[in-house]
């Protein structure tokens, strides 16, 4: 007869109320973290104490990234998100939209643009957070999210790649012989968003056709490391940046965080589609047993990347990578039961709690030097709380295509 002693096991932390109660007080500490961040031109890049830097110029992807944060907290019923969702929507329309050439400036001061390329990474943002807003019922989302989606069918979706090109000039003249896995990877969240928006599901099918060419393709040939750099033949680039290994949104080699995303992403494109192919599972599974094998490293933490040996690049611990495997192990445990991801549901949050949350300024600090010691080496101050804020809310919702979607249905658990 078996013992019942030994064979019981504590309930899962996403199981108990005292959890989910726990993470809902984390997500209104984290709204309230970002409202500091509103200013006239949409939202500010902030220091470690919450004030946004007026040196510099306002950001594209930081304000799309909180408008869409807003959003999500107007759809989970914290008092005072919609407005500030209506203030990024309005921004990205009024303030970085290029009224000539049509899309969105990157970086926008009080006299006018600073940069004029038209980047896809930052695109995305916009389209996440017009999806979202529309979801939200937010007045100013529905012409936002047509201007977006019309740029994003016309000058970065590649039908012939399956998959999203990388940049512009100003006039979309000149293409940047570049492919990068990051824009794209962004624009899956971003595509899962919009289908969900407007109920169109062809917006899946371009997430699926970009997460088969680098994923299904590239990341199982390289045993789940994700190469994240390419010409515009979609040939890799290994010595991609280098010589600027801490480089902001290109850095050189593997990043662990892109692993742990992605095999997040994997499982809401799953669950998009009425017919998943069943590698989805699988590369999900490989890429995050690859992603915590690789990148998590004593003391404690994720490294912030690898080469395609798997070897410590670059040692700073970024908060967003531990943010990204929460998301993950939660919703491999809903796919699969399997008790390791439960185990590093915990180590994560664990990880979390004593070393990147910020109870004294708000917010989680960005990064950590090798001593677990809060770092500015690769990024300065709490630019914004996406990651963080989405970390909380993916281990109270069912795996569906967008956060916002499962929200404006009513899942928030």
Same mark, same amino acid.
């Given at each position: ?29 984290? /709204? ?32 799309? &990234? ?59 943002? *916009?389209?996440?957070? @017009? ?9 100013? @989302?529905?012409? /936002? ?6 740029? *994003?069918?016309? &000058? ?8 999203? #090109?990388?940049?512009?000039? &100003? ?50 040939? +390289? ?5 994240? +750099? ?23 080699? *593997? ?17 998009? /589609? ?42 700073? &611990? ?12 939660? #919703? ?21 709690? /004593? ?59």
């Amino acid at each position: 007869m078996a013992d019942p002693i030994s064979d019981a096991r504590p309930p899962t932390w996403r199981g108990l109320r005292s959890h989910r109660d726990w993470l809902g007080a984390e997500t209104a500490r984290l /709204l309230d973290f970002a409202r500091g961040a509103r200013v006239e031109r949409g939202f500010g890049w902030l220091d470690a104490a919450g004030t946004p830097e007026p040196e510099r110029p306002a950001e594209l992807w930081i304000t799309a &990234r909180m408008a869409h944060v807003f959003a999500l907290g107007d759809l989970a019923g914290h008092p005072g998100s919609g407005p500030l969702a209506d203030h990024g929507l309005v921004a990205l329309r009024e303030v970085f939209a290029d009224r000539d050439d049509g899309g969105w400036f990157p970086s926008v001061a009080e006299t006018g643009p600073v940069r004029t390329d038209k980047e896809a990474y930052p695109h995305a943002f *916009v389209l996440l957070a @017009a999806a979202s807003g529309a979801m939200a019922g937010r007045e100013p @989302a529905a012409a /936002l999210l047509a201007d977006v989606i019309d740029v *994003v069918e016309r &000058r970065f979706w590649s039908e012939e790649e399956g998959a999203v #090109v990388e940049g512009w000039d &100003r006039g979309w003249d000149r293409l940047e012989a570049y492919r990068g896995a990051n824009a794209n990877m962004h624009m899956v969240e971003a595509f899962l968003a919009a289908g969900d928006a407007t109920r169109d599901a062809a917006w899946y099918e371009r997430a699926l056709r970009i997460a088969e060419r680098l994923i299904h393709g590239f990341a199982r040939e +390289h045993d789940w490391r994700i190469p994240e +750099h390419f010409d515009g033949a979609w040939r890799p680039i290994p010595d991609y940046n280098a010589d600027q290994p801490r480089h902001a949104f290109r850095p050189f080699g *593997v990043t662990p965080g892109h692993g742990l995303e992605w095999s997040r992403l994997l499982l809401q494109v799953r669950a998009a /589609l009425a017919t998943p192919p069943d590698w989805l599972l699988e590369a999900a599974q490989g890429l995050f047993r690859r992603a915590v094998t690789d990148g998590w490293s004593a003391p404690g933490g994720f490294v912030y990347t690898t080469g395609l040996d798997g070897r410590p690049a670059v040692t700073d &611990r970024l908060h967003w990578v531990v943010t990204e495997a929460i998301g993950a192990a939660a #919703v491999l445990h809903d796919a699969t039961g399997a008790a390791e991801y439960e185990r590093w549901y915990r180590t994560c949050w664990d990880f979390a709690a /004593l070393h990147l949350l910020d109870r004294e300024r708000g917010s989680w600090w960005s990064e950590l030097d090798e001593a677990l010691r809060p770092s500015d080496r690769t990024w300065s101050g709490k630019p914004d709380v996406y990651h963080a804020l989405q970390a909380t809310l993916i281990p109270r919702l069912p795996t569906t295509p967008s956060l916002a979607g499962a929200l404006r249905d009513g899942a928030l658990a």
